[in-house]
């Protein structure tokens, strides 16, 4: 489960001054179901998503992932989370093999356990006919098994996806929403962020509509429906934001 | 402290790196290879050439002369001279190396040496151009016999004994061991290798895994893992300090190995057949080694360094522009501690890389100041402490990692 609290993050810059990539924005994910975090580019989605996998620490307040606290007990925190972005690459050097099982020892798994895991996952990802090539030999959709390998090999209950499948083809983007389904029938907490409507309404049982740093609505698809008297959710995801609409620059 | 964490680290980015081209020819190739080109290629080259210029006759011109024929006659006799017409302008012609040396003998001068009157020879050479003072020195040695052999004539007219013309030998001997006599010629050319392929060793590691590392994209995937940000630099730092230390060790051995092959090969028959001298390079295992004790804290100390500049870059093109000022940071003091006169003092003792330099070239000489020993290995140690302690920081430090 994820609890956050208040999280909040301000950055310094010399021209802007105080930014406020985040701003008190609380919200739980449940185990068993996907939480999707849907917003403009520079709304605040990836800065959210990295303070719970504890590459940022939160400026004020915090959130419980898994029950540890993420500025009290950062490494506890990323031993239960699974970090997936079009920004995580992989060792260019390393086999696929090679570069699961760096993964699974960082995580402190032992060398049987470990084995047992990486033919286990790359069976089930169909992996094992370029599990010995080199991750910068790889095409787009096998490094993106590959990064999947990564997240899941410690089998971890939380999963966090920010912008998954940015920049990828639909073929390895339908790669990437079956494995998050997975994720969720598995009964892992999920979070994912996105600015693509269809993903929404395809994979999210929560919404939470994140502009300017600040949540301003949160529900599932049919209460925003509801609420909104409207069928098509890029509408309502417009009808939410309109208010506060400015452009906003890129996180 | 999780060692095994630090261990992992340091054992993938060990086979990452002996992956790399890039790394694998500034850490081995380049070290391995520079000396053999530099010392051998070059010292073979340029062996062949003397040799080459040595062989080669000297073209000389003769002002004067015509009351001295025995004289001019003799010049003409001598091997590899090649007399050529006078003209007015050679001065030009020595300046545009057609003629290498110009005689002039002055007037009456057969006459004035019989007379036993003092007179002068005059040779007009190119300084610095070897194939003008081979030439100048083919007529020196000429004058020089023909003036021995006129003074054993008048000696024997006289029926004076011939020790006269050399009544006593001046002879000059090296009283110093061999050691001492390398470290004095070559003493901070070792301490200055090793100091700059310290730094050169530790140079691409400290971008490829900081710099490098953000512009692939992967510092967000190994920051998602639980590792502790500090078992992650030090694994990295780790490995920079290797590659830092191996590149600085084989550079030794790869000049060691080429000064082998010059003292042994024919290079050293070459230059011995030829005028010029050669240095015979006697250093001592033991000399090394405590050369290498000494660069320990020095390689800690740049690794740390260089990794703390290159994590403030986004892309290896920035930290390259970062870290190339570095170089001279480096350079300077190591050539400062080669220039003669400069020796150790309190107050030099406690600079960084100057005083490491200026105690490997008395290590080199098998001179061992003990005070000064633990000054600069604990004071060099300390800095190496303090700059790994703030690359432990700024790795801590998002706005560092995450500089945009």
Redesign the interface.
Known sequence: MIQARGLSKRF?DKKRGEIRAVDNVSFTCQPGKIYGLLGANGAGKTTTLRML?T???PTDGTALVCGHDIVEQP??V??C?G?L?T????????TAR?LVE??G????LDEATLKKRVDDIFNRLDMNGFRDR?CDKLSTGMKQKTSIA?TLVHDPPVMIFDEPTLGLDVITARTITAFIRECRDRGKTVIFSTHVMSEVEKLCDTIGIIHTGKLLAEGTLAQFRDQHNEQDFEEIFVKVIAPRYVPAETD | MSLRNVGLVYRKELLESLRDRRTLMSTILIPLLLFPVLAVGIGYMGAELIGQASREPSTIMVLGGADSPEVVQGLGEVKNLRIVPTVPDYVNLISNKKVRAVVDIPPGFQAAIARGERTAVKIYIFSGDLKSSFGAARIEKFFSEYRDTTVRRSLTAEKLPESLMKPFDIKQENVVSDEKVAAETFGGLIPYLVILMCMTGAMYPAMDLTAGEKERGTMETILSSPISRTHLVLGKFLLVLTASLATAALSVISMGASFWGLQHGPALEAAQSGDSTFVQLHIGLGAVLSVFVMALPVAVLFSAVLMTIALFAKTYKEAQSYLTPMTFVVIIPAVAAMLPGIELTPKLAIIPILNVSLLCKELVAGTYHWTFIILIFLSTCFYAAAALFIAVKMFQRESVLFRS
Request: proline share 3%; hydrophobic share 40%; no cysteine.
């Open positions: 310094q996998a590459i940022l620490e490494e506890k990323r031993a989370v970090f972005s920004a995580t690459a992989l060792y260019p050097r390393l090679e760096y993964f020892r960082l995580n402190g080199r990564r």
